[in-house]
């Protein structure tokens, strides 16, 4: 049972990226999936989420209009588009799945969470 993300690398600044979440060994269906960053000597932060219902997805305001989240259920992943990047943006990005509301979700700590992946490295640098 895992969440793999995959998609991370080094990108210009306006650049874009793609992160991907799969998961293995369990469905995502009934499960809000959301992603985090943490940059060195910062706090982790909430970056966007999706719920399994037709719900409007959640995002960091600084973010909207950049970042766009989706799922695919036949895929069992969600996906994290990244356009415009900025250098700021650098950070660990990692994505987390539990079966509660965004709203709910953001205010757990992380070991109440019921699945985490590895992370991935994003680096906006020119």
């Known amino acids: 049972v895992q969440l793999v993300e995959s998609g991370g690398g080094l990108v210009q600044p306006g650049g874009s990226l793609r992160l991907s979440c799969a998961a293995s060994?369990?469905?995502?269906?009934?499960?809000?999936i959301c992603w985090f960053r943490q940059a060195p000597g910062k706090e982790r932060e909430g970056v966007a989420c999706?719920?399994?219902?037709?719900?409007?997805?959640y995002y960091l305001d600084s973010l909207k209009g950049r970042f766009t989240i989706s799922r695919d259920n036949a895929k069992n992943t969600v996906f994290l588009q990244m356009n415009s990047l900025k250098p700021e943006d650098t950070a660990v990005y990692s994505c987390?799945?539990?079966?509660?509301?965004?709203?709910?979700?953001?205010?757990?700590?992380?070991?109440?969470?019921?699945?985490w992946g590895q992370g991935t490295q994003v680096t906006v640098s020119s």
């Open positions: 987390a799945a539990d079966p509660t509301s965004w709203y709910h979700f953001l205010l757990k700590d992380r070991g109440e969470v019921d699945y």
């Open positions: 060994g369990f469905s995502l269906d009934g499960y809000t």
């Open positions: 999706i719920e399994g219902s037709d719900g409007e997805p």
